[in-house]
């Protein structure tokens, strides 16, 4: 079930001294600084990220250009110019999420829509929380637990300080995390009547993978976990975004997904959550992390579109 992990003196070895302060940095710049100054400097954060991680910025173009096929090259280069920003803001915002107060989340933060996912918990019935690595994803989860608390699918991290800080800051409000590969818990969390948090938008390889639509790439690499999922428990699909607008962040939650989905049919999973992903995605097109490889896992023949 879900994972613990508690403090020990080993963490206090120098070695992860460095891990510490940047940590204790960022709570404290998050907590001292107006948020307009916060938006501010992860812009310019994003800004100088962007002139060191150059491969990245093509990562991010060729991924735009595939999905968009429409877009023009000056159009291409704004927008990730633009992602390259909220990359910034994303840093900020992880500290905003972990360290902040209640009362400064919800003055920020808004909800449309949350009736159909509160109604799930009447009927005692699991939802597969469909969510996508939009940048702002942290305070998705941040404002989710205002309302409506739940398991996150996450992947431990391998520093055991970051990992310590990382999970005390997404269980701190009343989440709790299960680690990406205990496939046996989530379906028990959703067989429970409980809320699983579950990002299916990026290529996790060629294992367990099927080939659906995702904007204008007819065959992306797409989990087949999905399917798995809804139909070992027949839970509600629904998913939430994360749109920040005048400086205000509004969680859209959408209607339930499992009637359109076939049972037993991983191919029409991942195409209904493709389309899904699609509309949250265009929502703000440049908020979602096209600096993932999205597309490097290719059907049998087809040549590496990173190359």
């Known amino acids: 079930m879900p994972t613990h992990y508690s403090f020990s003196l080993r963490l206090l070895t120098p070695k992860y001294w460095p891990t510490w302060f940047g940590f204790l940095l960022l709570a404290f710049i998050v907590n001292i600084l107006p948020y307009l100054l916060l938006r501010q400097l992860g812009y310019i954060i994003g800004l100088l990220t962007m002139h060191i ?5 093509r990562v991010a173009k060729c991924n735009l250009k595939l999905c968009f096929p429409e877009y023009s090259e000056n159009k291409c280069g704004r927008i990730v110019k633009k992602n390259f920003q909220y990359t910034g803001m994303a840093l900020i915002e992880t500290g905003m999420a972990w360290f902040w107060p209640e009362w400064r989340t919800r003055r920020i933060s808004s909800v449309i829509g949350k009736e159909m996912l509160l109604k799930q918990e009447e009927n005692n019935r699991g939802v597969l929380v469909i969510c996508s690595h939009h940048l702002n994803f942290e305070m998705t989860a941040r404002i989710f637990s205002q309302f409506a608390k739940g398991y996150g699918v996450y992947r431990p991290h391998s520093n055991p300080v970051y990992e310590f800080i990382q999970h005390r800051g997404r269980t701190r409000n009343g989440h709790q995390m299960i680690d990406r590969k205990d496939i046996k818990s989530m379906l028990k969390v959703l067989k429970k009547g409980d809320r699983l948090w579950y990002l299916p938008d990026h290529d996790y390889g060629p294992h367990n993978s099927i080939f659906a639509p995702f904007f204008a790439v007819e065959q992306a690499a797409s989990t087949a976990g999905s399917s798995v999922l809804i139909d070992a428990t027949r839970c509600a699909v629904i998913s939430g975004v994360t749109v920040v607008e005048n400086n205000h962040y509004t969680l859209h939650v959408g209607n339930d997904l499992s009637n359109k ?47």
Do not use: C
């Open 53 to 57: 991680l150059k491969k990245r910025y």
């Open 261 to 307: 989905i076939e049972r037993r049919n991983p191919l029409s999973a991942a195409s209904i959550l493709n389309q899904e992903l699609e509309n949250m995605i265009n929502r703000d097109i440049p908020a979602w992390m096209w600096l993932h490889k999205r597309f490097k896992t290719r059907p049998k023949g087809l040549k590496d579109v990173y190359s």
